[in-house]
T-cell receptor, first 114, second 113 residues
Framework: GEQVEQRPPHLSVREGDSAVIICTYT??????FFWYKQEPGAGLQLLMK?????EINEGQGFTVLLNKKDKQLSLNLTAAHPGDSAVYFC?????????????FGAGTQLIVIP | GPKVLQIPSHQIIDMGQMVTLNCDPV?????FYWYKQILGQQMEFLVN????????KSKLFKDQFSVERPDGSYFTLKIQPTALEDSAVYFC???????????FGSGTRLLVI
């Protein structure tokens, strides 16, 4: 079955620096890819969903790159601020799975130091 | 935006007892999910539920687990009897369609002692 590896597990950066989180997956049939943000005591907040190969998507203060050839998904926070401190999860689902079970990475605890 | 509410947020229970975790999904959503996250590990899929039936379950969904959504009320996960290894955070999620985005709840932190 699908295996999703996420690194690093912990990341501390100074305000204004960039932060990069990377996930690799194993199932070549994976089709939908997600980044979620989880703040303490809250549910998962969807940051971005991507499904095209070698796609760069820009959100508010972050960029997501999907490289299907290398089976890699990355999240790059371009200029981190303290409000970005949270746990970030990648998740993957197969397009053929009609009911869309998600396979999650183990999460990255990001701390942004003011 | 619309939210998935999970009740209770924390639960401590003696091993062997029954526990019911409640999820109030987004009102027009049709697909419901439970995920389990043991401390320090990734979230893992337990089960999904649609049209009153379990559609898919993982090997983590033991015989002691059951789900239901009677009369469109709470979507519940029942564990009977509980075991120490059931201690985890359980997340409920719902979505309106097969290609729609998930809405996740904040989780129920279950501690079995």
């Amino acid at each position: 079955g699908e295996q999703v590896e996420q690194r690093p597990p912990h990341l501390s950066v100074r305000e204004g620096d960039s932060a990069v989180i990377i996930c690799t997956y194993t199932d070549p049939n994976s089709y939908y890819f997600f980044w979620y943000k989880q703040e303490p005591g809250a549910g998962l907040q969807l940051l971005m969903k991507v499904f095209s190969s070698t796609e760069i998507n820009e959100g508010q203060g972050f960029t997501v790159l999907l490289n299907k050839k290398d089976k890699q998904l990355s999240l790059n926070l371009t200029a981190a601020h303290p409000g970005d401190s949270a746990v970030y999860f990648c998740a993957v689902s197969a397009g053929g799975s009609a009911l869309g079970r998600l396979h999650f990475g183990a999460g990255t605890q990001l701390i942004v130091i003011p | 935006g619309p939210k998935v509410l999970q009740i209770p947020s924390h639960q401590i229970i003696d091993m062997g007892q029954m526990v019911t975790l409640n999820c109030d999904p987004v009102s027009n959503h049709l697909y419901f999910y439970w995920y389990k996250q043991i401390l320090g590990q990734q979230m893992e899929f337990l089960v999904n539920f649609y049209n009153g039936k379990v559609m898919e379950k993982s090997k983590l969904f033991k015989d002691q687990f059951s789900v239901e959504r009677p009369d469109g009320s709470y979507f519940t996960l029942k564990i009977q009897p509980t075991a120490l290894e059931d201690s985890a955070v359980y997340f409920c999620a719902s979505r309106s369609g097969r290609r729609s985005d998930y809405t996740f709840g904040s989780g129920t932190r279950l501690l079995v002692i």
